[in-house]
């Protein structure tokens, strides 16, 4: 008897965002589409391209990790088997679809932090907006550091307070 093997791998972009449902037994099934490109030169060598939509089902805790990771635009690595499935709508019309049950799932964009793309740079000193006085404050500062004492036992000392400090906490 000769092996089969039924396997099928995408890699694409979800065209929406994942459906989340529970079976009566309370299994969970996500359901989602992926879009995978082509492209190709014809023989008058015009650049086609070409999109095929695929539906994707993931069952139990990887359905949960589906609905809970993935979205719109998400670009995604499937893995899993192709199924045919057979079913009579409720017109009485006996329906067919094509569809790919994943056995793994790997997200495949960055992780984004709803942050833009750009490094944050220090301003010079013509775009800082400083008061006329802060050269003399920050003197002032100075002078007052100079003044404090420099044994910081002493300083601790004479800045005992009721609240609790790190040695006061039992572990």
Same mark, same amino acid.
């Given at each position: 008897?000769?092996?089969? +093997?039924?396997?099928?791998? +995408?890699?694409?972009? +979800?065209?929406?965002?994942?459906?989340?449902?529970?079976?009566?037994?309370?299994?969970?099934?996500?359901?989602?589409?992926?879009?995978?490109?082509?492209?190709?030169?014809?023989?008058?060598?015009?650049?086609?391209?070409?999109?095929?939509?695929?539906?994707?089902?993931?069952?139990?805790?990887?359905?949960?990790?589906?609905?809970?990771?993935?979205?719109?635009?998400?670009?995604?690595?499937?893995?899993? =088997?192709?199924?045919?499935?057979?079913?009579?709508?409720?017109?009485?019309?006996? =329906?067919?679809?094509?569809?790919?049950?994943?056995?793994?799932?790997?997200?495949?964009? =960055?992780?984004?932090?709803?942050?833009?793309?750009?490094?944050?740079?220090?301003?010079?000193?013509?775009?800082?907006?400083l008061p006329e006085d802060f050269e003399s404050n920050l003197e002032d500062e100075d002078k007052k550091k100079e003044e404090?004492? *420099?044994?910081?036992?002493?300083? *601790?000392?004479?800045?005992?307070?009721?609240?609790?400090?790190?040695?006061?906490?039992?572990?």
């Amino acid at each position: 008897m000769a092996r089969s +093997l039924n396997k099928a791998q +995408l890699i694409g972009n +979800l065209t929406r965002d994942p459906e989340l449902r529970y079976t009566p037994q309370g299994t969970a099934v996500c359901t989602f589409t992926v879009a995978t490109n082509r492209q190709w030169k014809t023989d008058s060598g015009d650049l086609r391209d070409e999109a095929d939509f695929h539906r994707v089902v993931a069952w139990d805790k990887l359905a949960e990790i589906c609905s809970q990771m993935l979205s719109k635009g998400k670009k995604v690595f499937v893995e899993g =088997r192709i199924q045919n499935r057979q079913w009579a709508g409720q017109d009485g019309v006996k =329906r067919t679809t094509t569809e790919i049950v994943i056995s793994d799932m790997l997200l495949l964009d =960055r992780a984004r932090d709803d942050s833009p793309d750009y490094q944050v740079t220090e301003p010079s000193e013509e775009e800082i907006d400083l008061p006329e006085d802060f050269e003399s404050n920050l003197e002032d500062e100075d002078k007052k550091k100079e003044e404090e004492p *420099k044994d910081t036992e002493t300083k *601790k000392n004479s800045e005992k307070s009721d609240e609790p400090g790190e040695e006061d906490i039992p572990f």
